[in-house]
């Protein structure tokens, strides 16, 4: 199982970005692909998590609203879009997968990650 996040970087309080995870080694009809992350000195959160199918999604409380997963299953890729960012979103975004839902993802670690991308927010 490989999962390759890119996408992060620099952006100010209000702006926009799109993280990108290419997910290969594995039968993506069986696994959700979903997002993580990681302040420094703070736990890791639940961010958005959505099945092969796209028919459901999970969203972490803290972003919900901003933020919108989307699968190009073609490509086995999976996408993260980040509306109207915050410094608190600065963080460490990880892609993950697992053969679970994402309503589980949001509560149990899942089996796979992937290297994460930085996001920084500025104030």
């Known amino acids: 199982v490989q999962l390759q996040a890119s996408g992060g970087g620099l952006v100010q309080s209000g702006g926009s970005l799109r993280l990108s995870c290419q997910a290969s080694?594995?039968?993506?009809?069986?696994?959700?692909i979903g997002w993580f992350r990681q302040a420094p000195g703070k736990e890791r959160e639940f961010v958005a998590g959505?099945?092969?199918?796209?028919?459901?999604?999970e969203y972490g409380a803290a972003v919900k609203g901003r933020l919108t997963v989307s699968k190009e299953n073609g490509k086995n890729m999976v996408f993260l879009r980040m509306n109207d960012l915050k410094p608190e979103d600065t963080a460490v975004y990880y892609c993950v997968a697992d053969d679970t839902t994402p309503q589980a993802m949001s509560a149990i670690p899942p089996a796979y990650w992937g290297q994460g991308t930085q996001v920084t927010v500025s104030s």
């Open positions: 080694g594995f039968t993506l009809d069986q696994y959700t």
């Open positions: 959505v099945t092969y199918s796209g028919l459901s999604r």
